[in-house]
DNA sequence: GACTTTGCAACTGATCTGGTTACATTTGGT
DNA sequence: ACCAAATGTAACCAGATCAGTTGCAAAGTC
């Protein structure tokens, strides 16, 4: 368990409050607290997903490539994650006990590791949006109320 | 993530199929694939969550402290488990967009994370000791045919 | 051509993980 | 009393993972 899945709502979430405005890696990172390469290596792979675009060179960043209404946290959970698991599995053997309980364990951790992407899968990044682009507006203004745009 | 809810199930499930003959931390180790010491680093929680009992000296290993069917896998999760939580938060800051955004994401992770802790909680050790005990003790009894009983 | 911004690889220090060693403690058997 | 079996626990180790940094190439704007 990384950090990405964080990083990644924040960049969905920022960018869909700036309806449309490119951010740049540097200002997600600020407005997130790391480093902008970290951003950048999240925001490959939300393109990759082909959930945001990017554009380099002056007036660049990134904007979201679909409507908030058509992508949902699983989706950018997916996208920012290589092996989507939350339990560790039986790094399994041949032949014995653990193998036979392994293969039930393992079922069993996927369906609930299910449940938990099922849930991400019901909310939207729209959603999302509406409880707390208020917010997000106010502050980005008063804390920065020289930057671009 | 670390292996210690893979192990605790181990444990649980086969105490279970011994139906109260204890075992030793070694054979749950060698049925495991790993070592003694780490199986009673689990068995240490499970014990303190008073999920298992154990004895020391000639004759002795642990035994469950409670019916199977009053035990689900939510408890062994949380027993072995020092913060429950699968979604890595955002390490909070004051003031900005990302206490604004994470303390939503914060919420919704908890939700995520909770869907999947009821999905265990729902199975109990006795119904998955009855999806699992017959291949156990045959594949037990026909590996270790010398072993103790 | 100068400047801005992304893309990406390589490296670093911190933390986590599983394993091992070592030793004390408890229990049972003789 | 003694010895063997077994747990309890702390300390340490090597490997992996993680987030961050540096450095530089590539792409885009003016």
Redesign the pocket.
């Known amino acids: 368990?990384?950090?990405?899945f964080a990083?990644g709502l924040h960049i969905v979430g920022f960018l869909t409050a700036r309806q449309g405005q490119?951010?740049?890696?540097?200002?997600?990172a600020d407005t997130y607290?790391?480093?902008?390469?970290?951003v950048?290596?999240v925001?490959?792979r939300l393109?990759q997903a082909g959930l945001i675009e990017?554009?380099?060179?002056?007036?660049?960043?990134?904007v979201l490539a679909q409507k908030p209404s058509a992508i949902n946290l699983r989706q950018v959970y997916e996208a920012v994650t290589d092996n989507p698991q939350f339990l560790?599995r039986h790094p399994g053997e041949e032949g014995g006990v653990a193998p036979i309980l392994g293969a039930y364990i393992n079922e069993l951790c996927s369906q609930a590791e299910l449940a938990l992407l099922e849930q991400l899968e019901s909310v939207t990044v729209k959603q999302m949006d509406a409880a707390v682009r208020p917010r997000i507006i106010a502050s980005h203004c008063r804390t920065k109320p020289k930057s671009?745009k």
Not at 22 to 28: A, F, G, V, Y
């Open positions: 368990m990384n950090s990405d990083i490119p951010l740049t890696s540097e200002t997600l607290g790391t480093s902008p390469v970290v950048r290596r925001l490959s393109q990017t554009r380099r060179g002056t007036g660049g960043g990134s560790r671009k």
